[in-house]
């Protein structure tokens, strides 16, 4: 449910971000959304972390082939991140400019520094350093069984990681955060606390919402963002629990294909955003910035669900291929 919800939510993000450059950047910021959106973008690695250890966790000694594969699905993220920028710097070699998915090309430099400005798919790169650091935890825990000890050192990483300000490393912060709150989930007296005090955990919206009155252009992306990124999974999280998205309805079944297709559909919505912005430019106006986000929205969505219809009718085979490259980093379904 918290994946099939931070889809959504990321593709609103992007296509008003997307509607603002194709009529204007100048906007009333009382009625700019992504401030309360640009939660979505920092919730993917808290997501991929806390999946990792809410599994792992439970069980005292994972296996080898466990492990491996943790380390091979961080380290093809890692190397999507870097083929799709690499194939950047090699367009802008060839070509005047970067057709449709970057309007500055990264430089080798840049790469190597992870200048987000720069960087195309950049949640690709904190998802498998968090994947990576998961794998390393479990391996930790073989020679050193302190949890308090490691829980410890996920907080004290996470909150000196997300006072850098720095957007990638708060990005990271929010995998070491997710690891640390799925280790917490994996208790069961924790599990059990939660499960009857469900209601509390709307609290948790509070350093979102105060986020989003305070920062007029955007987060911060500083501890108060931390906060608020961990505070909207409790609320989707606690989601799941209601009769509406039962595990055999409707809504249930739509919102396992948007979780199953998540990251599938970040890859392509992009360019295809993009793609749109440059054709509709010159047919919105500047008092037309509604319009073309729900332009945007309904385009977006519609080939969204025609795609995951494809990949339901041959899901054996879509199974198969993303088993086979250890790509999806949200494996464990939850809420």
Same mark, same amino acid.
């Given at each position: 449910?918290?994946?099939?919800a ?6 609103l993000f992007h296509s ?10 100048d ?7 992504n401030?309360w959106m640009?939660?979505?973008?920092g919730?993917?690695?808290f997501?991929?972390?806390?999946l ?14 466990e ?11 890692? +190397? =999507? ?5 690499? /194939?950047l710097?090699v %367009? #802008?070699w ?6 449709? $998915?970057?309007?500055?090309p990264?430089?080798?430099?840049k ?7 720069s960087m195309?798919?950049e949640?690709?790169?904190?998802l ?7 794998a ?8 050193y ?9 996920l907080?004290?990483?996470?909150v ?5 300000e ?11 955060a997710g690891l ?5 989930f994996a208790?069961?007296?924790v ?5 009857r005090?469900?209601?509390?955990g ?11 009155v305070?920062e007029?252009?955007g987060p911060?992306? +500083? =501890?108060?963002?931390?906060l608020a990124? /961990?505070?909207?999974? %409790? #609320?989707?999280h606690?989601l799941?629990?209601?009769s $509406? ?9 739509i ?8 990251l ?10 993009q793609?749109?912005?440059k ?18 929205v ?7 669900c ?20 250890k ?9």
């Amino acid at each position: 449910m918290a994946r099939a919800a931070l889809i959504v939510m990321m593709v609103l993000f992007h296509s008003f971000g997307q509607a603002q450059l194709a009529t204007s950047l100048d906007i009333n910021q009382a009625t700019n959304i992504n401030r309360w959106m640009g939660l979505v973008s920092g919730s993917f690695p808290f997501l991929s972390g806390f999946l990792v250890s809410f599994r792992y966790f439970r069980v005292l000694q994972p296996t080898n082939k466990e492990i491996q594969g943790l380390i091979s699905r961080g380290g093809k993220l890692l +190397g =999507l991140y870097l083929a799709i920028n690499l /194939s950047l710097i090699v %367009f #802008a070699w060839l070509f005047d400019e970067v057709p449709i $998915l970057v309007a500055d090309p990264p430089s080798f430099t840049k790469l190597i520094t992870a200048e987000h400005e720069s960087m195309s798919y950049e949640l690709l790169f904190p998802l498998g350093v968090i994947v990576l650091v998961g794998a390393g935890l479990l391996i930790s825990r073989r020679y050193y069984r302190n949890d308090n000890f490691l829980r410890a050192a996920l907080a004290a990483e996470a909150v000196f990681l997300a006072w850098s300000e720095e957007l990638i490393l708060v990005y990271v912060a929010c995998g070491l955060a997710g690891l640390l709150l799925g280790a917490e989930f994996a208790r069961p007296q924790v599990a059990a606390f939660l499960k009857r005090h469900w209601g509390a955990g709307l609290l948790a919206l509070i350093p979102g919402v105060v986020l989003a009155v305070l920062e007029h252009s955007g987060p911060d992306f +500083g =501890l108060l963002y931390l906060l608020a990124v /961990s505070g909207l999974f %409790f #609320a989707y999280h606690n989601l799941g629990r209601f009769s $509406l998205f039962a595990k055999d309805g409707r809504v249930s079944r739509i919102t396992m294909l948007l979780a199953r297709g998540s990251l599938v559909i970040y890859i392509v919505h992009i360019p295809q955003l993009q793609v749109l912005g440059k054709i509709t430019a010159p047919i919105f106006t500047e008092s037309q910035l509604w319009l073309a986000f729900s332009s945007y929205v309904v385009v977006v969505l519609v080939s969204m669900c025609v795609m995951l219809m494809l990949m339901e009718r041959y899901r054996p085979a879509v199974d198969q291929f993303l088993a086979n490259w250890k790509l999806n980093p949200f494996r464990q379904p939850i809420g």
